[in-house]
T-cell receptor, first 115, second 114 residues
């Protein structure tokens, strides 16, 4: 158990819909990262937040957005969903004094299926 | 920018045999290197990392990796694998300065047969 929690575990929705994925980082971690894992693209970095502020952006579509709240949990919002958005979405956290800034701890992921 | 190439998409091996999973990277600056493991239906877990110092890095579950700067490689090895090592293994690289965003390879599926 990494200490990072993600909800829901599975999500099935239709094209055109909007969903929200939630992530709670490990206790003490200030940084949250979102990744998308699919068979054709592999593991792709989407976006990073550090203590509530956006720090880095990767291959995130304009239809996707994220935020980190004062309690440090984060949400990834996916809108106007397309079939190609079906993937595993991982959240990771880092920044604990114990682990050091270079170790990312991954959650179990949310599997999104768009029908 | 950095890039990672995992040379084998799948590595089948028999239990108790040694295994090497290959990883090559490309970067114009100094790098940190990582190996992660993903067991079925789970998130990624850090196996080991190279930040500096000794080029031979020991990780969890009996794995080790060697950083070879001249060959830009960071191969993962285990002298004797178990069935429970069956998983997807990801090599990752990031620049030693700047952001903390690693670039991941496409992964190598290690399949351990009894």
């Amino acid at each position: 158990d990494s200490g990072v929690t993600q909800t829901p575990k599975h999500l099935i929705t239709a094209t055109g819909q909007r969903v929200t994925l939630r992530c709670s980082p490990r206790s003490g971690d200030l940084s949250v990262y979102w990744y998308q894992q699919s068979l054709d693209q592999g593991l792709q970095f989407l976006i990073q937040y550090y203590n509530g502020e956006e720090r880095a952006k990767g291959n995130i579509l304009e239809r996707f957005s994220a935020q980190q709240f004062p309690d440090l949990h984060s949400e990834l919002n996916l809108s106007s969903l397309e079939l190609g958005d079906s993937a595993l979405y991982f959240c990771a956290s880092s920044g604990s004094l114990a682990g050091g800034l270079d170790t990312q701890y991954f959650g179990p992921g949310t599997r999104l299926t768009v029908l | 920018a950095q890039s990672v190439t995992q040379l084998d998409s799948q590595v089948p091996v028999f239990e108790e045999a040694p295994v090497e999973l290959r990883c090559n990277y490309s970067s114009s600056v100094s790098v940190y290197l990582f190996w992660y493991v993903q067991y079925p239906n789970q998130g990624l877990q850090l196996l080991l990392k190279y930040l500096s110092g000794s080029t031979l890095v020991k990780g969890i579950n009996g794995f080790e990796a060697e950083f070879n700067k001249s060959q830009t490689s960071f191969h993962l090895r285990k002298p004797s694998v178990h069935i429970s090592d069956t998983a997807e293994y990801f090599c990752a690289v990031r620049a030693s300065g700047g952001s903390y965003i690693p670039t991941f390879g496409r992964g190598t599926s290690l399949i351990v047969h009894p």
